[in-house]
């Protein structure tokens, strides 16, 4: 099953490893799928070209709240009716990206976001949970949105509410700005359960001690810029 109307949309610096399998098991489900590749230094572009994905690159590294606009703004413009959001580091399944799509075209949601809590992990450190916990909650009191996680990159927008969320911080801020912008648009959103998958690649890159900390600055930073 494809979605002919849906566009992946994979932020990508650096990922020469993996972007090519996580773009060739996503088009096993969607026929539509833009890697926006954020000034990497290695085959990020090529692999994932060769794997099937149409490719846009920014000639310098803006971050990846600025490669996800860029992403959304090119699958709009393709006349997208659903928007995904997906990791290239093989840490997102796309029949969880599907699942969502599905609920989504039922027309009672503008957004649906991915949730580990209401589903699986593998291979999560146990300091990374009970941080991702204390965001979640932060995230509610500072919102008032009902969502079991955050920082979530796996999330469906329709195309209306992707025209209305415009993600102006260009770095991790913008998984806070969006969550936030929900809110206070007033949009529909509903919880998906998915499964994370923490890999020797992702944690091999630093993500354990990575994640934590760019968690912790979109908070403080979100905080300021109040």
Not at 11 to 25: K, S
Not at 60 to 66: E, I, S, T
Request: aromatic share 6%; glycine share 6%; hydrophobic share 40%.
């Amino acid at each position: 099953m494809t979605f002919d109307t849906t566009w992946l949309v994979v932020p990508a610096f650096n990922e020469e490893a993996v972007v090519g399998d996580t773009v060739a098991a996503a088009r096993q489900y969607f026929s539509n799928i833009i890697v926006v590749d954020d000034c990497s230094s290695d085959k990020t572009s090529i692999n994932a070209r060769n794997a099937g994905a149409t490719v846009c690159r920014h000639p310098v590294n803006l971050g990846q709240g600025a490669a996800l606009q860029t992403g959304i703004d090119y699958a709009l413009s393709r006349g997208a009716d659903h928007i995904v959001t997906f990791d290239a580091d093989g840490q997102h399944r796309p029949i969880d990206a599907a699942d969502m799509v599905k609920i989504l075209d039922s027309g009672r949601f503008d957004v649906v976001l991915a949730s580990r809590f209401l589903g699986h992990t593998v291979g999560m450190q146990l300091s990374k949970r009970l941080l991702l916990k204390l965001a979640t909650l932060y995230t509610r009191v500072t919102t008032g949105l009902e969502i079991s996680d955050t920082h979530n990159g796996l999330r469906v927008f329709s195309a209306n509410a992707a025209r209305k969320i415009r993600i102006r911080q260009n770095r991790m801020a913008h998984a806070s700005e969006i969550l936030e912008l929900i809110s206070k648009l007033g949009l529909r959103y509903t919880e998906a359960p998915c499964t994370i998958i923490y890999t020797d690649y992702s944690m091999a890159k630093g993500q354990r001690m990575v994640g934590a900390v760019s968690i912790l600055k979109d908070l403080l930073v979100r905080r300021m810029y109040r």
